[in-house]
């Protein structure tokens, strides 16, 4: 298990070099000059190239991306031209009222979706069991922002039982801060839930064929130890993937939902940033949003190792 | 009223005493009729099934793939499950029929005072549970210990079920352990809460006949020794010979004879019986005897009968077989067949095929002409791996060690050995579907890897595979002409008119229709799908077939069939083929020359009659005895029971020496056995001196006689 985890960060630390290369200069390509923008219309080409200097951007594009690297080595994610400010703290912030938003919502689907997939695959052909797959079609065949918009007028304009948009931070008591949170959460939920429920119902229905939950029934245990224990604990295994990537998925949604309810996250930092073409806080967000899928994805590859233990042995022996 | 047992007359005069006071049955099943149904229609699965077992008697239920025995198993225990249902029918235990109680006080009787063990061990064990949770399970559910109390009971049983160290055994997962280990584990399951009956439903299957051979052992010895009743589910007649005192025989979902084994089995009446006898594979039988085998398929019901259910296949059938059902005739010992024509037929043999229309089987071929496959040296290793990462690097698991042998033109070489024994990983290197990682096979007189990968397809032509499966090596949604046109087309055949017709005469060549090749493999049997993909692998008239298990997955009246098929095949064709398998009895059949393998390496080789009849090497010898056989092959040979431990391919000394009853100590661990060679090619790597294995070797009696063949 250590060798793999080592081994897996080893590639980890590579996707990262990988990837920071491409932010770089995917966002060194985007149109417009940094140094001309910051100067304004109508600055004098002295001062742009002033600008430039002082930015280091005179340099070549290699030694650029080392200082750049450099300082994010040393946790220093550089300075927001526009805000004027360093962007970690921004960032972090930013990054907290997201993961708060994507771990709610991942743990809903978690536990909703899963338990919808049992019971449909307990009630196989029965009611419940239509009615989940029912929904799940529902769920899969209608755009998530039509959910969103859906819940909003609903909710918001027409109940006026939550508020449609911003945020409280939890200084503000509990209620108000939560409360901001219902809705886009929901949007999210809804987005993913069906594929869960979906796939946890098909590798239950499976996993209830099997030999060992025949014999487990032969060994005459009652229906929910067969269910739970033996027929759960094998059948998440593909969940857990899947909701990892979900995890990834959700991060990338955050983007939509954020606008749609003016979440102050990093979907609208992200946007922010781009419409103000501030390069700096560009390539700090998607670093920092790539790496959070990364290790979400690598968060899944361990727990899945976890909960199977061909894996975890299969490692322990290598 | 087919139901009621008729009266009938005694095949010998039975002297009747005063009948012994029969103790009550503890399991009594009476007029059982269990059907499927889907949106098809009904099938029936049994149809007015009864048969009791007595307290301490172990009952055998035998029949082929669908005559409906698992399901009879799986009746009694409350688990038919994909729309089986039973209709009708009493299964009395202990005198409570269960049918009537709720499913709560079933699912209460399982596990307790009815236990089970299924087929396949690996898969009846829960991947994410360790061994010793689940063998608790029970104890907790039914007899509420608490955990802890579990726990040193389940020590104690798996001690009681033979393994040697239970505490790592309880604290493994499933996939650590062997699968002997893992039949071990279940039957300690299965014993935990002390049950009177035991479902085994065909326990040992799965395992290699070495590790069967002791798990029968202790199967018989725990029922002797806590008085168990066990309803024994085989489609294996050695087996059920074995352990079993009485035998009820399946066809079609109907109970065709009931009686005492050895008699049942030495003697059988009705006619099924006496052709699941037949087909048997024997060891004691010469090679190239032709293997009596049951024509057709089994019956599928979906009502009552209107005839007797087998006399589509029966060789003695008249025309009141056809019209009238058969009712269960029961004779003064009180032993049932469900033919009328049992007495009548009582001394006479299932007959023996054509042995007037089959040419004498030509000898094989002179050595003198070069070898069609050498293997020289053929040593594959398995997931090695040099990674730049240090804690990646492998050095991999040895499949194959150092094997060199031929198979010469039109000869057919055996490959015995058992899981592990590296016998399929040989034969893929014959095909150049594996590369060697040292050592060189040729192919008629060239190197395979090369020419293949220089993109020789004519090797590829000459040299054919056909698979256990049958079902998973032909696409379902192909039909059989379309699988058997597509090797036609990449050997460059261009007239699909030309292609159609040799579709067709290979079909008629492996004895189908060819009307066959508009059908889909769903449609055909288990044997008719091997039928094709045999069809299919001459299809591009090869020289050369490796047979991968091809007829372990078949009923013996199958096998038997199949066997023959080959058999003729060769004949006429003159085709070589390397036939692997794990079954000894089969390869004795089939094979001029034999090659013992075990953990990768060649134990002992050579022509079939002196490898096999009598053995000489310590795992011939071993694997032999472990070969359940039938009361009339002669009397039992002394067992030899091997330990449950994994071959060590690779090492220095003997692969067989973690598990070799005769090892001499030390030297067998350390330095490679040297080899023994006769002049006819006998060849025996093993330490102890050849006079003494030559010793030993009789003690086979009833084998020895058939060395000179
Ligand atoms: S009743 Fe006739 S067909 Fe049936 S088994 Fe007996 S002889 Fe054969
Ligand atoms: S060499 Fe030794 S261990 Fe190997 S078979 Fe012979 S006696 Fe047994």
Redesign the pocket.
Known sequence: MLAYTLTRLVYLALVLAVMSVLIFLVTQAMPGDVASMIAGQFASKEVVDAIAVKLGLDQPLVVQYGQWAAGILRGDLGRSLVLEQPIAPILMEALARSLVLAVVALAVVAVVGIGLGVLAAVQRGKLTDQLVSGISYLGIAVPDFFWAIVLVLIFGSYMKLLPTGGYAPIADGFLPWASHLVLPVITLVLMLLARIARLTRSSMIDVLQTNYVKFARAKGMPESVVILRHALKNALLPTITVLAIDFGLILGGVVVIETIFSYPGMGRLLLFAIQRHDLPLIQATILVVSAAYCLANLTADLLYAYVNPKIRHGMKAA | MMTAPQARPAVAPVTVTAPAPEPAPLLDVRGLTISYGNARGTLRAASDVGFAIRPGEVMGLVGESGSGKSTIAMAILDLLGGGGRVDSGEILFDGVDLRRLPAAERRALRGDRIAAVFQDPFTSLNPALTVGRQIAEPLIQHKSLSPRQAAARVLDLLAEVGIRDPRRVTAAYPHELSGGMQQRALIATALGCEPKLLILDEPTTALDVTVEARIIDLLAKLCDSHGLSALFVSHNLGIVNRICQTVTVLYGGLVVETGPTGRVLSRPAHPYSKGLVAALPRITAGRRHRLPSIPGTVAKLSGPPAACVFAPRCPFAEETCRSQPQAMLTDAAGDGVRCWKADALAGTPWPDEESAARKPAPQAPAQPTAPLVEVDHLRKVYGANRSILPWLRRAGTVAVEDVSFTVGRGEVVGVVGESGSGKSTIGRALLALTEPSAGTVLFDGTDLTRQVKQGDQDLRRRAQLVFQNSAASLNPRKTVGDAMDRPLVLAGRADAEERRKTVAGLLTRVGLPSAYADRYPHELSGGERQRVNIARALATDPDFVVCDEAVSALDVSVQANILNLLAELRDEMGLSYLFITHDIAVVSHIADRVLVVYGGTI?EEGPTGRVLRPPY???TEALLSAVPRLAEDGQEAPRILLEDAAPTPGGQ?????AR?????GA???EQA?PVHRADDGHRI????PLATLAERAAVFPELVGDAAH
């Open positions: 134990c090497h310590p795992y000394g003997c692969a067989f020496a070799c009853p005769r090892k001499l030297i067998c661990d056995p790597a093993c330490h102890i």
